[in-house]
T-cell receptor, first 114, second 112 residues
Framework: KQEVTQIPAALSVPEGENLVLNCSFT??????LQWFRQDPGKGLTSLLL?????REQTSGRLNASLDKSSGRSTLYIAASQPGDSATYLC?????????????FGQGTELSVKP | DTGVSQDPRHKITKRGQNVTFRCDPI?????LYWYRQTLGQGPEFLTY????????KSRLLSDRFSAERPKGSFSTLEIQRTEQGDSAMYLC??????????FGPGTRLTVL
């Protein structure tokens, strides 16, 4: 069964700290991986998309890496701010599904304290 | 480009009633997905359309659920004879080919 796992489920850090969120997946045959942000009661905002041929993607203070062989991705957030507080979701599209549906992890709830 | 929109944003209904949700994807996107998210969990895939064709359905989509995408534009998701277990956030996403998926704001369903 193809599964995506995110650890930890919740994380609290002081403002300004650099942090890493983890995502692991059970099948290395992936098409792409997306990181999303979700604010309470809202929809998902796409942060970064990494194709299977890529090792990392960067957007502003965010950097996502991908290691297919170990089945892992990390989202690095530099100089965290209170506005970064949200739930971060990792989602994988596996190669054997032509439709491209995403399999999601349970998310990491991030709280950045002023 | 106004993004993916969903209507209504909130729906409260009594058990046994039928409800219908609408999703308008990004105009040039030919792929449309429905997901369901319960509190504290990641979204779970329900069904997928490529243009007007419904190409995949999850086993989560019981026979009380039906989805359509007439003319390959907007999509509707109908739940018949709602149950309390149907209470969730229903999310719609669209993409071009197998590229990045963009999500709408969701419809929060509460079944009393």
């Amino acid at each position: 069964k193809q599964e995506v796992t995110q650890i930890p489920a919740a994380l609290s850090v002081p403002e300004g700290e650099n942090l890493v969120l983890n995502c692991s997946f059970t099948d290395s045959a992936i098409y792409n991986l997306q990181w999303f942000r979700q604010d309470p009661g809202k929809g998902l905002t796409s942060l970064l998309l990494i194709q299977s041929s890529q090792r990392e993607q960067t957007s502003g203070r965010l950097n996502a890496s991908l290691d297919k062989s170990s089945g892992r991705s990390t989202l690095y957030i530099a100089a965290s701010q209170p506005g970064d507080s949200a739930t971060y979701l990792c989602a994988v599209s596996f190669l054997d599904n032509q439709g491209g549906k995403l399999i999601f992890g349970q998310g990491t709830e991030l709280s950045v304290k002023p | 480009d106004t993004g993916v929109s969903q209507d209504p944003r909130h729906k409260i209904t009594k058990r046994g009633q039928n409800v219908t949700f609408r999703c308008d994807p990004i105009s040039e996107h030919n792929r449309l997905y429905w997901y369901r998210q319960t509190l504290g969990q990641g979204p779970e895939f329900l069904t997928y359309f490529q243009n007007e064709a419904q190409l995949e359905k999850s086993r989560l989509l019981s026979d009380r659920f039906s989805a359509e995408r007439p003319k390959g534009s907007f999509s509707t998701l109908e739940i018949q004879r709602t149950e309390q277990g149907d209470s969730a956030m229903y999310l719609c996403a669209s993409s071009s080919r197998r590229y990045e998926q963009f999500f709408g704001p969701g419809t929060r369903l509460t079944v009393l």
